[in-house]
Structure formats: structure tokens, C-alpha cells
């Protein structure tokens, strides 16, 4: 191991963040080519490589195991095996990079699902020797289903099908066939060899067949979502900052902009007010912008509390206020959710009690489960249909009784 | 129209003052792990962003090991007075005079914290305890939550937590149980200097370069003390190096330096081989799996 110093650039305070969650089976290599990806874009510093060098040497093996560098806990480096959820971090001269590396082995769905919430791209991990499997499907709906705008097929382990064109595209076309029952609007294909660094960090000349990125140029390069500006303004309060006579109305900025003039909407009271003034952490503002941290002030003293939405636009942009909730869910812990279950919901920085009406005629959802659901809440919740807004369109099941996290929701209006 | 695009320090930052806020929202007795090191100080900026024109809603915790900096109690305390913050301090020296605790051979005192800290959390009935752990530190603490829950030992499970979905951060808790929070879990370290620079946050002059009296052991400049350097064969000279992190001084390493401004320590770390705790913690090298003994027990 080289201690010279890296040749990579490291990124400037203005560069941008790709949020990206990994998806794949069992042993289909997943943890080799996040290692991979980490240790051929020089962001495992000599002290980590050095960890694994000794550890891999310890076991035998004669080469390091690059899937060291992220199977961090004691039970995953003795079982060979990911436990929950990883976020990594690394960067290049391009961009900045939060990895959700999401396990394919204990209860992949739900982990899946956690990764991909906050993801912008997923990579769903194909073994070229099996092919597209159930799993596959699987980690390509949850995809679907949590909206990631960008999905990325990779095909591993190409060195062992001897970087055969015929077998990548044999496996693109069968995924591409269920890509959209499953509700996926597009997604990019690489083949790649995680295990000999095959198109991972550097093109390789072993496929000269394939033309495309390495599977890191595609993530330095998609496009990151930026919103509209001209969206309506979501704004949930989170707490109200009361200095004096004055109350700041406190929170992060979900969607679209808020001005000083603008008019507002209160909800759930549906009461009308004007912002006044915005301060973007202890600086006056004009405007400020999704998703900023902010806090405004409005012209009339209202009763407006934590859990209520500010939100600006035309009637028809509105948030749907409705006590009872459609959703596609994914259930996430291992105590089933049953109709009639009480639950606590969570939606932006609101707790309201509910109770499960219906389960897509199902009598009950157990761990890892997706399904669609019908929930009655006892207070109205201003709600946005999660394809149009994912943070104002999600929520989480709580258990009453010991504050589990049950299952995850996704608001389905239409 | 186009939208202004936010730089990844705003990002972080309105991410981070978005957990501030969550957690004044929804507990009742909130405490900000203080000890003087840039991760606690740059918490305590966000906070005070967070809820100004009003005063932070928290009190500050320390963990003294008794083997402190004499420059990082002298920041702490000038801190605590200028924002006119409470400041509880758990004592190690305490611990160990009052026999609950018994000193390590080594003289290490990083791992005799955790039984001070988590008493004082359940003396003091804290129910939200924020740490300033970034999760690109270590392996361990890669699987770490933004809201952690801790049972009434202080005990971390990994293989037990709570899904993290969206910005949806799930806090409720049983009496006696807390919540672990880490509002800069998807800072790196040169996030945090970056911001330290921009925001123009002062710092304890241990972080700069500075003349030292050390000496060498495991690859490491260790300052002598009564804690057990230096020994035979290892001699005290005086040297320029910095401290990449702050902690107990029998066990945190200093590095060889001539950084003395924000923008030349930047420059040194965005080029350093090494990661921040590999160049200057001993104790973390005691085994593969330290760290996540550590947390598992109730340390931050």
C-alpha cells in the first residue's frame, strides 16, 4: 500500500451530493463493490487499508478482502455477512457521495426501504452467472414504489461469464421486460466485475463491447434533481422560536420557495396570513428556498404550533386535508400489522393516533410485506400525494405501546 | 426560474439545525455532549443558528477525564459563560476517588468515561443526549442512526435499531430510556473544517500548530504525563505538531505540523493518508472492534 499523497482532488464547498443506496442478493458481491468503488476512487486511507490487509492476512486469504471496508461489526466480519444499514462517504473532484448501503441478506426488503427514502439513485446488483432473480424484482419494486429517480442494473461478476456480451444483454432484456409492470420508468445498465475492478472505477478493455460509463462516472455524472422553484411551498413547523412579543415559525423547508409578501395558508385550520419576514439562520431573507432551514414570521399573531403546514399557491395545488389515509406501505418491523391495530402516524412533524381500516384485503402485513393500505386518523392531516412531493407524502406506523417504527408509508391520493 | 442551488454546507447545515429542532420539539430534557473538540463546537454554532434570536434550549454536558488540555477546559468554560449555557460536568477523577472506578494500567482514561456519562443521564433524567459522532469515522459508527435509542443501561444494539426513513426521525422512549442524536452523522471531517473556516468559528489553539513537549510511542506524539509517559527508552523532545482531535490526553496523539491557519490544517487534512482517529487515537487501535464495544456499553 502506496502512502503516497492522493492524487484526487477534494471537493470544493460549492460541489454537489449524490444520496445512492445499493441493493443485491446473497452473495452477488455487493460488499465487494462498494469496497471496490471506495478503495479505486482512493477514498480508504492507508490506517483502514492497513485494518484490512491485517485481518484478511489473519484468515488466510492471500489477497485483501475489499469487503472488509465495510462489513464493520463484529458479527459481520465473523459470518461474512452485512447487518442493517451502512451510510459510507466519499468523494471525487466531481461530486460528494452518501452511500446507503443497504444489506441483501437479513430482511432485505425493509433495509432496502430505508436506504432508498433518502436515495436519488439506486444500484440494484445483479451475479451475471444467476441472472435476474426473485430479489432482483424485489429491490427493482421497492425502487419503483419509493420513487428513486434513478435505477442503475449493474451485472457483477462478468469475469466469470467471460465478459460475454451476450450474457449482459441476455440479463438486461429480461429485467427490461419486467421493468415496467413493476413501475419503473427507465433504468442504465453496466457490467461490471466488482472482484477485478472491471468498469467499476475505470473503463475496462477486457468488454470493449460496451461503450457506456463506468459504473462511478454514471454517478458523477446523472443529474441530481433540483425542484422547481415556482413549486408550492410546503413548510412544516417544527417549533416555534418565541423571542419577545415576536413567534418564529421554525422548520426545514420541504418544497418551492417562500417570499416576504407572499400569502399562506395555514394548515390544518385553513386561516390565512402574509409572511412578514424570514430569517435563514439569524440572516434577514427576501426568499429562501427548499431545502433550507428557515424560520418566518407572519403579519396576523396566530395560534400556529408544531405539527401545522405552511404552504403557499392555488387552491388546486393545495395538500389534500383528509383523515382518512390511502398508502402503499412496506412493513418493517416483525410484530405483523393487523387490521384494527391503533397506531400512532407520523407525517412531517405531525403525531396523530389512527387506526389500520383496511389492508388490500389482506388480513395482516408481517416484516417485509408491501402492500396497500387504508388508515383513519383522528385528526385531519394535510397530505400530498407521495409521487408529487415525497417528504410531505410519506409517513411511519409507531407502535403506542413501545415506540417501534412499524412500517413505512407512501400517500397515495388518486 | 432557477433555483439558487444549495451549497453541501448549507445542505448539511439546514439538515443539521433540522434534527436541532426535532429534538426541541419532541423531548423534554435535552443535553449537548460538550468536551471542547471541533465536532462539540461546531454543534453548539448549529444550535445556537437554530433557535436565535432565542437562547439554545439545551444545557451542555463534559465528560472530564481528568486528563484534559488545560487549553480545551479554558475554551469550554469562556464558551459556557459568553452564550450563558448550563455546563453539568461527570468527572472521571471523581469515580475513581470514590472507588467505582479503578485506573487502568495503561492510564488510559477514554474507556473509564462511559460509566460517568451514563450515570449523570440517569441522574439528571436526560431523555435526549446529543453527540457529535459522525458516522465517517469509523466502521462502527457507519451503522449508526441520527436518533438512537439507548435503553435504561445506555446500551447500543446494532442488530436492534430503528429504521431511519426519509427526515421522519422516530424519538419516543420509555422512562429511563434515551435517545442517542447526531445531528452532523453525514459530515465528514473536512465538512467540518470547511465549515469551521467559512462560518469564521474559533477553536482551541491545540488544533493549530504549536512548539510541544511529546514523545514517540506506537507512531504516535503523546504528550508526557503522570499517566504513564514517557517510559524507559522513550524520550521527551520538543516538537511543532497539532491535535486532529481532541480527548484524553493520555491516549490522543498529536501529528507533526507546521499548520497554524484554518485554510494550511485544510490543506494538510484534504492530502493526509491517514484517517482522523488512525493518526491520533490509541485506544481505538486496541482491537478491530473497540469502537463498537465502546458504543455497545453506553460510550458516544
Known amino acids: ?45 492507508t490506517d483502514q487499508m492497513e485494518a484490512v490487509e491485517r485481518f484478511s492476512a489473519d484468515r488466510g486469504q492471500d489477497a485483501p478482502d475489499l469487503a472488509l471496508l465495510t462489513d464493520g461489526l463484529r458479527a459481520e466480519r465473523e459470518q461474512g455477512i452485512t447487518i442493517d444499514v451502512a451510510y459510507r462517504y466519499f468523494a471525487t473532484a466531481r461530486r460528494r457521495f452518501i452511500l446507503a448501503d443497504t444489506p441483501g441478506h437479513v430482511q432485505y426488503t425493509r433495509n432496502m426501504v430505508t436506504g432508498a427514502s433518502t436515495a436519488e439513485l439506486a444500484i440494484v446488483l445483479v451475479d451475471a452467472r444467476n441472472g435476474v432473480v426473485e430479489q432482483t424484482l424485489r429491490h427493482a419494486a421497492v425502487a419503483a414504489l419509493l420513487r428513486v429517480p434513478h435505477v442503475v442494473l449493474s451485472v457483477n461478476k462478468m469475469d466469470l461469464v467471460g465478459y460475454e456480451e451476450k450474457e449482459f444483454r441476455r440479463i438486461v432484456e429480461d429485467f427490461a421486460r419486467h421493468a415496467d409492470e413493476l413501475g419503473l420508468p427507465g433504468f442504465t445498465s453496466i457490467p461490471v466485475s466488482a472482484l477485478a475492478g472491471d468498469n467499476v472505477v475505470e473503463r475496462s478493455a477486457r468488454m470493449d463491447w460496451y461503450d457506456g460509463p463506468a459504473l462511478l462516472e454514471f454517478l458523477e455524472t446523472v443529474p441530481v434533481g433540483v425542484e422547481a422553484a415556482d413549486a408550492p411551498a410546503r413548510f412544516p413547523v417544527q417549533y416555534v422560536i418565541r423571542h419577545g412579543e415576536v413567534r418564529h415559525y421554525a422548520g426545514q423547508l420541504v418544497s418551492g420557495a417562500l417570499r416576504v409578501g407572499d400569502r399562506v395558508t395555514v394548515h390544518p385550520s385553513g386561516e390565512t396570513s402574509e409572511i412578514t419576514g424570514i430569517d435563514v439562520l439569524g440572516e434577514a431573507a427576501e426568499a429562501a428556498y427548499a431545502p433550507r432551514s428557515i424560520s418566518v414570521r407572519l403579519a396576523d399573531q396566530r395560534d400556529v404550533s408544531r405539527g401545522d403546514m405552511i404552504t403557499t399557491g392555488a387552491a388546486d395545488t393545495a395538500p389534500s386535508l383528509t383523515r382518512d389515509v390511502r398508502a402503499a406501505v412496506c412493513h418493517l418491523a416483525e410484530r405483523p400489522l393487523r387490521v384494527g391495530d391503533r397506531v400512532l402516524l407520523r407525517h412531517t412533524t405531525r403525531t396523530v393516533q389512527a387506526i389500520v381500516r383496511e389492508l388490500g384485503g389482506f388480513p395482516e402485513l408481517t416484516t417485509n410485506d408491501l402492500g396497500r393500505i387504508v388508515l383513519r386518523t383522528a385528526e385531519p392531516l394535510a397530505l400530498d400525494d407521495y409521487a408529487a412531493v415525497r417528504r410531505t407524502g410519506a409517513f411511519i406506523l409507531v407502535d403506542p405501546a413501545d415506540g417501534a417504527t412499524l412500517t413505512a408509508g407512501m400517500v397515495e391520493l388518486r | 426560474m432557477t433555483v439558487p442551488t444549495l451549497s453541501h454546507l448549507d445542505a448539511l447545515e ?49 465528560v472530564d477525564t481528568g486528563h484534559n488540555f488545560p487549553e480545551v477546559l479554558e475554551y469550554r468554560d469562556r464558551t459556557v459563560a459568553r452564550h450563558s449555557l448550563r455546563l453539568h460536568v461527570a468527572s472521571v477523577q471523581d469515580h475513581i476517588d470514590r472507588g467505582v472506578l479503578r485506573e487502568r494500567p495503561d492510564g488510559t482514561r477514554n474507556p473509564l468515561q462511559t460509566v460517568p456519562l451514563t450515570e449523570r443521564i440517569q441522574a439528571e433524567k436526560f431523555d435526549a443526549v446529543f453527540g457529535g459522532g459522525r458516522r465517517d469515522e469509523e466502521k462502527a459508527r457507519a451503522k449508526e442512526r441520527v436518533f438512537s435509542l439507548r435503553d435504561e443501561f ?3 444494539d446494532p442488530r436492534r435499531q430503528r429504521p431511519e426513513l426519509w427526515n421522519l426521525y422516530n424519538g419516543r422512549h420509555a422512562p429511563g430510556e434515551h435517545v442517542r442524536v447526531f445531528p452532523l452523522s453525514n459530515w465528514t471531517e473536512l465538512d467540518v473544517w470547511q465549515y469551521i473556516a467559512r462560518e469564521g468559528i474559533e477553536l482551541p489553539e491545540i488544533y493549530f500548530a504549536h512548539h510541544r513537549e511529546v514523545f514517540r510511542r506506537a507512531g504516535m506524539w503523546l504528550t508526557a504525563g503522570e499517566w504513564g509517559g514517557p517510559k524507559d527508552g522513550e524520550t521527551v523532545e520538543k516538537r511543532q505538531v497539532r491535535y486532529r482531535t481532541v480527548g484524553d490526553m493520555s491516549c490522543t496523539g498529536a501529528v507533526d505540523s507546521d499548520a497554524t491557519t484554518l485554510d494550511a490544517v485544510i490543506t494538510e487534512i484534504a492530502a493526509s493518508r491517514l484517517t482522523e482517529r488512525g493518526a491520533t487515537r490509541a485506544d481505538d487501535k486496541m482491537s478491530e472492534a473497540a469502537m463498537e464495544d465502546r458504543k455497545r456499553e453506553g460510550y458516544f
Not at chain 1, 6 to 32: H, M, N, Q, W, Y
Not at chain 2, 29 to 48: E, Q, T, Y
Open chain 1, 1 to 45: 500500500m502506496s502512502t503516497s499523497t492522493s492524487t484526487v482532488e477534494r471537493p470544493s464547498a460549492t460541489i454537489d451530493t449524490l444520496r445512492f443506496a445499493t441493493a443485491g442478493s446473497v452473495d452477488d458481491g455487493k460488499s465487494t463493490l462498494v469496497g471496490r468503488l471506495l478503495h479505486d476512487s482512493k477514498s480508504v486511507l
Open chain 2, 154 to 156: 445506555s446500551q447500543w
Open chain 2, 14 to 62: 439546514s439538515e443539521a439545525v433540522h434534527v436541532f429542532r426535532e429534538v426541541a420539539g419532541e423531548f423534554e430534557r435535552p443535553v449537548i455532549l460538550f468536551s471542547g473538540g471541533k465536532d462539540s463546537i461546531v454543534m453548539l454554532h448549529l444550535a445556537l443558528k437554530a433557535f436565535t434570536p432565542a437562547p439554545v434550549p439545551f444545557s451542555l454536558l463534559h
